[in-house]
C-alpha cells in the first residue's frame, strides 16, 4: 500500500511549526519514509535559510544625506512644555495633589452655605425634644420636658417634681401591698 506524498504547503508549515500536533506527527512519520517529500522538505528549508542569510547581509542605510538631515532636526528640537516639565513631575505633582485635596475639604462647606452657620441650631433638638414628650403615652409629667429661655422654668419644675413624687407614692403603695 502506498502513502500518499505531501504538497508543498503541508511542507512548509510543517518546516514552520504550523500544524495541529496529529498532523504534525504524521507528517514527521512520512518524512522518514519518503524520499521524494523529504527532498522537497529540503528544498524549502535550503530556501529559508538563504533568504534569512541575504536579509542578514544586506544592509538597510540611510543614504547619508537623509541621515544628516535626520540627525540635525532631532539636534535642534525644542522640548514642548509636558516634556520640559516631565522630570518635575513627581515633585509638583504630590504638593498639587495635597493643595487641591486641601482646598476641597476646607472650602466646600463655606461654598455650599455661605451665608448658613454650619452645625444645628440647639433650639432645634429642644423643639424636637418637647415634641416628644408631648406625645409620650404615659403622660406628659412623665419624662422632663426641656423648656427654652422664654418659658417659666419654677412652675414647670414644680410640676415635673410633683408629678414624679406621686408616681413613686403610687409604686411604694404597689410594693406594700
Known sequence: MSTPHYDRDILIDYLHGGLEPETDAAVFAHLETCSACDAVHGEEAALGEVLRTAAR????EFPSLVK???????????PSWLERLRPWGPRLAVPVAAAIALVAYIGTPAWRNANQPIGVAAAFYLDEHNAAIQQNPFGPGAAPAVYTDSQDRSSSAAAYIDTADAATLDDADGALR
Do not use: G, N, S
Open 57 to 60: 547581509a544586506e544592509e538597510l
Open 68 to 78: 544628516a538631515r535626520v540627525w540635525d532636526a532631532l539636534r535642534h528640537q525644542k
